[in-house]
């Protein structure tokens, strides 16, 4: 028997959510689906987060056992071969069977994605939130500010989250801005339940001048979920990436953002994507095998 991790793109559009569900369709059930068919046995996934109905990944980490003997490359391209276009493995890694993809994460990033202009994006649709209303970042930055550090974040949790404490550690949480896009992008050791799409409906509250920055200290402070903001869109969150122990020698998310892409301040430039490469290509999510 041996233990394999596997790297998963999805968009979450179509989808119940990670986890299988009865009667429900769910990215679990698909995946073990097809890594299965390449194992010629059943297996089961378990995966680093379990993203809700319509959140997207595109760094979800997954391992499942196997007594099968496949080369890496064959368990994408195989698994590849059975699944929608709207999902993917991007890679396999053969890893000690004490590597647990959950259990074994040292950090989890999430992204979310807000399309900030007064038309709404054919494109886009799905996979990020329109805002018609300007936001302003900075009051939102400094809002973000406020959150970061070791906190009880039950403000920000969901009624249903089964997590036993409500304390996490949001290492980092940040909002940019380039042109019509907006990106708040935050870093914990685990995220609670809705947790993220809850600081996002603060920003935003924040960012159209709903309420001040310090608002967020506010709402912090007073673990109170029913004063907190409504629950942001789930089509604008992204499990963007899961870091590991470099003992385990899994690949790392390529470095991404708007340096990279030469794009001007205001509005897309001639040689590259007008979101500044925050939003994941449509190329990337249509079951690639490279």
């Known amino acids: 028997m041996s233990r394999i991790a596997v790297g998963i793109e999805y968009d979450g559009s179509a989808y119940a959510g990670w986890q299988t569900q009865q009667h429900l369709?769910?990215?679990?059930?698909?995946?073990?689906?097809?890594?299965?068919?390449?194992?010629?046995?059943?297996?089961?996934?378990?995966?680093?987060?379990?993203?809700?109905?319509?959140?997207?990944?595109?760094?979800?980490?997954?391992?499942?056992?196997?007594?099968?003997?496949?080369?890496?490359?064959?368990?994408?391209?195989?698994?590849?071969?059975?699944?929608?276009?709207?999902?993917?493995?991007?890679?396999?890694?053969s890893v000690p069977m004490h590597f647990h993809a959950r259990y074994s994460a040292e950090a989890r990033t999430y992204r979310y994605l807000i399309l900030n202009r007064g038309s709404r994006s054919a494109l886009a649709a799905g996979r990020a939130v329109w805002i018609h209303k300007p936001l302003?970042?900075?009051?939102?930055?400094?809002?973000?500010?406020?959150?970061?550090?070791?906190?009880?974040?039950?403000?920000?949790?969901?009624?249903?989250?089964q997590s036993r404490s409500p304390i996490r550690r949001l290492t980092d949480l940040r909002v940019r801005r380039q042109g019509e896009w907006v990106v708040i992008e935050g870093t914990a050791n685990a995220f609670l339940h809705h947790m993220m799409r809850n600081i996002a409906g603060l920003l935003i509250a924040v960012g159209r001048g709903d309420a001040p920055a310090s608002w967020a200290s506010e709402v912090l402070q007073g673990r109170d979920r029913k004063l907190?903001?409504?629950?942001?869109?789930?089509?604008?969150?992204?499990?963007?990436?899961?870091?590991?122990?470099?003992?385990?020698?899994?690949?790392?998310?390529?470095?991404?953002?708007?340096?990279?892409?030469?794009?001007?301040?205001?509005?897309?430039?001639?040689?590259?994507?007008?979101?500044?490469?925050w939003l994941p290509r449509r190329s990337a999510m249509i079951g690639s095998a490279s």
């Open 25 to 93: 369709p769910a990215i679990q059930e698909l995946v073990e689906k097809a890594l299965g068919s390449v194992a010629a046995e059943p297996v089961q996934a378990v995966c680093a987060g379990r993203t809700d109905s319509g959140v997207h990944a595109r760094w979800q980490v997954a391992h499942f056992d196997t007594s099968a003997v496949r080369p890496m490359r064959g368990w994408v391209l195989g698994a590849n071969t059975a699944l929608p276009r709207d999902i993917s493995i991007t890679w396999a890694r």
């Open 228 to 277: 907190a903001a409504a629950t942001a869109p789930a089509e604008g969150l992204y499990l963007w990436a899961v870091r590991y122990p470099g003992a385990f020698g899994l690949p790392e998310p390529a470095a991404d953002g708007p340096a990279a892409d030469g794009l001007a301040a205001d509005g897309p430039a001639a040689d590259g994507p007008a979101d500044g490469g």
């Open 136 to 161: 302003d970042h900075e009051r939102m930055a400094e809002a973000a500010g406020l959150l970061q550090g070791h906190h009880d974040f039950s403000a920000f949790r969901s009624s249903e989250c």
